[in-house]
């Protein structure tokens, strides 16, 4: 079977998996919640290999260079872009929720919500801009691969593939090595990623199991507003980004189908991180751009989180018949810029970071309003998740088109299915 029969037989099987997966949930949903270890073992073996394939990645394409100058340009430039792409992101979510009002007519009393549902995050210490930075340099090095966190990781990576670039041909015996067994890791994806269908499986089987379709009913005006503005912004903003690459949007995302529908069973976008980065590669981006610019925004540049983020705040508001005005919605913005780049950091870190905007509006909005979308939040992360997905990929092909390392002939060769 050739490698683009497989492609397409593997998306094809994700896709029956979430089908099955939510017809069991919905007409057997106690066995369907036993399902869960599946999903969670999927997504387990797939962040079992990120930050090998992040620390190989990144060393071997840093390794391979010449000018060290190029690594801190790719960052800038890449962080530029997100910064942006962010900011416009998070405008969206404050016009929609704003006009839209999703929570408007839902008259909840305050004082009527529970608070012990969202202690957890209420009382959790908010990891704050210097923490986070501070977060980044990892404690000690087996410690950042042990803990899994992607920008330890790339911190180290980034300073060891320095190190390698400047021992000239000793150096460059370690980067042919760890190109070697680079290869071995992708050949692990390759594996892992054949029980991808089940891990979708248990994942959605659980998911509608535990919450049921007919939960979805109450709030489903928000997730509507919320799904429509993702696709919004994808199929808008995102193509007006890939037509300046002089590349079409929709080529694109059906290159990545396999990984878009990983990522809406399992809700996780890390789930697909590891098959994306060598996707990019074939797509005709530079691999050491690609170890660089896709790890650094699956941290900074979540599109579908800074969306979730204004909408979020503005239904909550509007649900307690709170006015918010101008100034708050530019506060909640500047406050957002900067707390929203912890949020991937840590378990929870969404409700955190959502937790910690409210307080900044001088108690204006409760922050035990945020229990108002958690019943919800677990439908809504497929399009946080798919978002985020889509964000980065078009993130990466920007990023290597303005450094001019992005290979046309080879993308259009790919994109046409050749």
């Known amino acids: 079977m050739s490698q683009a029969q497989q492609s397409k ?64 340009r790719i960052g800038l430039k890449a962080i530029i872009y997100f910064e942006i792409l962010t900011t416009i992101a998070m405008l969206i979510g404050l016009v929609v929720g704003h006009f839209i009002a999703p929570g408007a007519g839902l008259n909840i009393d305050p004082a009527t919500l529970d608070k012990s549902r969202v202690a ?20 000690t090095i087996v410690g950042a691969f042990a803990k899994g966190d992607i920008l330890p990781v790339l911190f180290f990576s980034l300073m060891f593939g320095i190190g390698l670039a400047g021992m000239g041909e000793r150096g460059r015996n370690v980067v042919h090595f760890l190109d070697e067994a680079g290869a071995a890791l992708f050949r692990v994806i390759g594996i892992i990623m054949k029980v991808a269908p089940l891990g979708a499986f248990g994942a959605m089987s659980f998911t509608i199991g535990r919450y049921g379709l007919g939960s979805l009913v109450q709030l489903g005006y928000l997730m ?46 890390e789930a697909a991180l590891p098959s994306l980065m060598g996707k990019l590669e074939q797509l005709g981006c530079n691999r050491p751009l690609v170890g660089l610019v896709v790890p650094l925004g699956y941290a900074f540049n979540l599109d579908g989180t800074s969306i979730y983020f204004t909408m979020a705040i503005t239904f909550i508001a509007q649900a307690l018949n709170i006015p918010l005005s101008w100034g708050d919605y530019a506060l909640i913005l500047a406050v957002l810029l900067l707390t929203s780049k912890g949020a991937a950091a840590i378990t929870g870190g969404g409700f955190i970071t959502l937790a910690a905007t409210l307080a900044t509006l001088n108690g204006k909005v409760p922050v035990t309003g945020i229990v108002l979308v958690l019943a919800i939040d677990r439908f809504m992360s497929e399009a946080r998740a798919i978002t985020n997905l889509f964000g980065n990929t078009v993130a990466t092909i920007f990023v290597a088109w303005w450094e001019g390392q992005l290979d046309m002939e080879k993308a259009r060769k790919a994109l046409s299915g050749a």
Not at 233 to 250: A, E, K, Q, S, Y
């Open 224 to 269: 509507a507003c919320f799904y429509i503005t993702c696709a919004l912004f994808i199929f808008v903003g995102m193509n007006i980004v890939m037509r300046i690459t002089g590349l079409r949007l929709w080529p694109v995302l059906k290159f990545i189908r396999e990984e878009f529908f990983i990522v809406l069973g399992t809700s996780s976008s």
């Open 120 to 139: 957890t995050y209420t009382n959790a210490p908010h990891v704050g801009v210097a923490q986070f930075l501070l977060n980044i340099i990892p404690d």
């Open 9 to 72: 037989s593997l998306y094809v099987q994700v896709l029956v998996a979430i089908a099955i997966g939510i017809v069991l949930g919905h007409f057997w949903p106690s066995i369907a919640v036993e399902m869960q270890p599946f999903g969670d073992g999927f997504v387990k073996l797939v962040k079992m290999m990120i930050a090998p394939i992040i620390f190989i990645t990144v060393v071997v394409g840093i390794g391979k260079l010449t000018d060290t100058k190029e690594i801190g």
